[in-house]
């Protein structure tokens, strides 16, 4: 296993783990869910290949090298922020599971999709929030004792 490869299974294990248990993406829901888990994991890659490129850059400090990731982590959350795939799973969960509720008497299978269905829709927000954890621990940035995120040089 070479590094790319081993840096793609510990995204895999830190960022929506559970995504390997649920159906495939054949309905919408499903589809969108499984779009939030893989994009979660992609921006998280991107940035680290960036972080990655800047601490190889031998012509800068060490302080310097924290700046550009801090700098580069603030882009990558804001992109976050400002993705629509996590809202478009959300608002799919929430129309299938709606009009299940809306239909009364639900089948026994059906009851056990919807609420695997929006387990996976917690796991997927939690996986996306640890993605935008995992930028900040990589990016000179500490937890305050507010649980909030900050640059550790200041």
Not at 35 to 46: C, F, K, P, Q
């Amino acid at each position: 296993m070479n590094n790319k490869e081993f840096s793609e299974l510990h995204l895999r294990v830190t960022i929506v783990p559970q995504q390997v248990s649920w159906p495939g993406p054949g309905t919408r829901h499903w589809q969108k869910l499984h779009d939030a888990a893989n994009e979660a994991r992609a921006r998280v890659s991107r940035f680290y290949t960036l972080a990655d490129e800047i601490d190889r850059n031998l012509s800068i400090s060490r302080d310097a090298k924290c700046r550009e990731r801090s700098k580069a982590a603030a882009e990558a959350i804001s992109e976050f922020d400002s993705s629509k795939t996590l809202v478009r799973a959300r608002e799919a969960v929430e129309l299938v599971t709606g009009k299940r509720n809306f239909e009364g008497h639900l089948l026994p299978e059906i009851a056990k999709d919807r609420d695997a269905t929006q387990r996976a829709m917690k796991q997927a927000e939690k996986g996306w929030q640890r993605a935008i954890d995992k930028i900040a621990e990589r990016s000179c940035q500490t937890r305050g004792p507010s649980g909030v995120w900050r640059d550790a040089l200041k």
